[in-house]
């Protein structure tokens, strides 16, 4: 192949990824439904990075899987999505303005070296059934809750504090690791007692209001679901949102958190 014709076939790779991201957004804005839209978008960005590792260069490859959208607007999930679309969409634009500048730069480390994208491809697990607890100090029931989530409906549950640190600040590795994420378990439970005056109340932990809002922000209050233990007190913002309540354990509830999952396709 010539080399026009080498950086021809990878601009046409390229804009086809940026159409099929257009595709998704437009999709998600005409029938609404982001937690579909969220999981399209996820499924792209794993073929996205497969095909720049085969097609252009491993090393773009690499730079896409590592793409991560750090904010969110909470209660817009769909201006979210459309973002992180953008945010990939520029990558890829730049990208062929890349490789029209200097082609060689780009494409050449690649040609006749299959076996190269083939050690670096990336991973493509699906992650609609991966599950993201939030929790605070009450560890037996998120040892019981991840355990249920494991074991009886087969989900892969995250748990931040099991997760390696590998060198990244507390923010970083709450937000990488919960960008996996398709669905969020929140427990809330009586952790911190709190004194007003002359009244005294237990609440969750603020990591655990915090982690709910960016969830409720990236992925919709509809795939976010509230485990609420009896005596904690629920914070004014959440009055009137659905949530299960739990008297010790959260094997009590069952049924409804399994109601929830199904709802949510995840089982």
Partial sequence: MEINGKVKNAINVIEKLVDELSEIVKRAKADGDIPAAKERLQRWKSHAVTH???????????????????????????????????????????LVEEIQ???????????????????????????????????????????????????????EPIVLSSEAGRGRTLIEKFEQEAQRATYAVTLFTPDDLIEVEDKKYAQARPNVIF????????????????????????????????????AENVEEILPQLEKELKGAGLI
Wanted: proline residues 4%; contains cysteine; positive net charge.
């Fill in 211 to 246: 982690e709910m809002g960016w969830f409720y922000g990236r992925l919709g209050r509809q795939r976010v679901c509230i485990l609420f233990k009896r005596g904690t007190k629920i914070h004014s913002d959440l009055d009137g949102i659905m949530r299960i309540e739990f």
């Fill in 101 to 155: 500048k200097r082609p060689d730069g780009i494409l050449f480390p690649l040609v006749g070296t299959k076996t190269i994208s083939k050690q670096v491809e990336a991973p493509s697990p699906s992650t609609s059934r991966t599950v993201f607890i939030v929790y605070g100090h009450d560890e037996l029931n998120l040892l019981r809750l991840e355990k249920l989530l494991k074991e009886r409906w087969q989900l």
């Fill in 52 to 94: 720049l590792s085969e097609e252009i260069n491993p090393n773009e490859g690499k730079k896409l899987e590592n793409k991560r959208k750090g904010s969110f607007i909470m209660g817009e999930p769909l201006r979210n999505l459309a973002d992180e679309a953008d945010m990939y969409r520029g990558f890829l634009l730049s």
